[in-house]
């Protein structure tokens, strides 16, 4: 579905018209620059590259100067493809921006998770934790518990649940509602959480009706 890409700019609440407080989110969404189209008879699928934030010719590696030198377009830092959108009405150096959104809409947004490093299987799963605090059990509060049998088939298991590294993966949150969308300062709110940390790159997606 065709859509923008965006940056997190944080968390509030607003309140609706029956003055019931709601929690949501406030992204800057676009402007977001076009970069070139990818066409069926070329490249076996219709989509549209798009290109957020700004990004220094210095800091640009050459294959990717080249790309955008050949387009005309300035170097972007985040850039992403899009299906869904009209391709007659689009070219290179278009500019999108976040007017194609309107209130009440559902929208799916991507994003980087907050990384929480290495943690144990009480914060990354919600375990309760082995037994209680007395009988000297001094080490063994926050611990897994067993994780299968010792002598068949002397292995774990493919998808056990253990202490390992949290967060800092794509996660995608779906049927967000837009609550406001204020085109001169290219916002859009959207009702509850999105993933990520303040300032974090998000891809805004359309859902279909």
């Given at each position: 579905?065709?859509?923008l890409l965006g940056k997190k700019l944080g968390m509030t609440s607003i309140f609706d018209a029956d003055g019931k407080l709601i929690p949501c989110t406030v992204i800057e969404a676009g402007p977001c620059t076009v970069l070139q189209k990818r066409s069926k008879d070329k490249d076996g699928y219709e989509a549209v590259q798009l290109?957020?934030?700004k990004k220094s010719e210095k800091n640009v590696n050459k294959p990717m100067a080249g790309q955008f030198k050949a387009h005309k377009v300035q170097p972007m830092q985040?850039?992403?493809e899009f299906r869904g959108f009209d391709m007659n009405t689009l070219n290179s150096g278009d500019t999108v921006t976040v007017d194609m959104f309107a209130a009440g809409e559902k929208v799916t947004v991507s994003g980087t998770s907050k990384g929480k490093g290495?943690?144990?299987v009480m914060k990354?799963?919600?375990f309760g934790g082995v037994g209680g605090a007395?009988?000297?059990q001094h080490n063994?509060?926050?611990a897994p518990g067993s994780i299968g049998s010792s002598s068949y088939p002397s292995r774990v298991f493919r998808g056990m649940r253990m202490a390992g590294r949290t967060g800092g993966r794509r996660t995608t949150y779906k049927?967000?509602?837009v609550l406001r969308v204020i085109p001169e300062s290219n916002i859009i709110i959207v009702k509850g959480a999105v993933p990520g940390s303040r300032k974090g790159l998000l891809e805004i997606h359309k859902q279909a009706k």
């Amino acid at each position: 579905m065709p859509g923008l890409l965006g940056k997190k700019l944080g968390m509030t609440s607003i309140f609706d018209a029956d003055g019931k407080l709601i929690p949501c989110t406030v992204i800057e969404a676009g402007p977001c620059t076009v970069l070139q189209k990818r066409s069926k008879d070329k490249d076996g699928y219709e989509a549209v590259q798009l290109g957020f934030a700004k990004k220094s010719e210095k800091n640009v590696n050459k294959p990717m100067a080249g790309q955008f030198k050949a387009h005309k377009v300035q170097p972007m830092q985040f850039i992403r493809e899009f299906r869904g959108f009209d391709m007659n009405t689009l070219n290179s150096g278009d500019t999108v921006t976040v007017d194609m959104f309107a209130a009440g809409e559902k929208v799916t947004v991507s994003g980087t998770s907050k990384g929480k490093g290495f943690q144990g299987v009480m914060k990354r799963h919600g375990f309760g934790g082995v037994g209680g605090a007395t009988h000297g059990q001094h080490n063994r509060l926050r611990a897994p518990g067993s994780i299968g049998s010792s002598s068949y088939p002397s292995r774990v298991f493919r998808g056990m649940r253990m202490a390992g590294r949290t967060g800092g993966r794509r996660t995608t949150y779906k049927n967000l509602t837009v609550l406001r969308v204020i085109p001169e300062s290219n916002i859009i709110i959207v009702k509850g959480a999105v993933p990520g940390s303040r300032k974090g790159l998000l891809e805004i997606h359309k859902q279909a009706k």
